[in-house]
Nanobody, 127 residues
């Protein structure tokens, strides 16, 4: 059974920064793509960023490009999301997710490509 535990959420003012962490356990972390999604109040959950299992390829949704950075430390079984220049529109519950397939080609952005999910961590950005 795979477990994903997010941490690092909180409340910040616009322009501030936060770093989210997601610790994984239960299978060979280094063989799976990892993603971050978010869900704002009253909205559908949306893709934010993903990183390939060998960490060479990263993909971001347009609204966070240049502000957010996804990374991973396979030795620590952890994926990170560094969020800079935060905006009120970034307010949401952030979830990390693990790909259902090992060593998949490409970087998945659809929820159905991810099999395991964390419990979520709240990020609130005030203006």
């Amino acid at each position: 059974q795979v477990q994903l535990v997010e941490s690092g959420g909180g409340s910040v003012q616009a322009g501030g920064s936060l770093r989210l962490s997601c610790a994984a356990s239960g299978r060979t972390f280094s063989s799976y793509n990892m993603g971050w999604f978010r869900q704002a109040p009253g909205k559908e959950r949306e893709f934010v960023a993903a990183i390939r299992w060998i960490a060479v390829i990263k993909y971001y949704t347009d609204s966070v490009k240049g502000r957010f950075t996804i990374s991973r430390d396979n030795a620590k079984n952890t994926v990170y999301l560094q969020m800079n220049s935060l905006e009120p529109e970034d307010t949401a519950v952030y979830y990390c997710a693990a790909d259902r397939l090992p060593k998949r080609n490409g970087v998945p952005t659809a929820e159905y490509d991810y099999e395991y999910w964390g419990q979520g961590t709240q990020v609130t950005v005030s203006s």
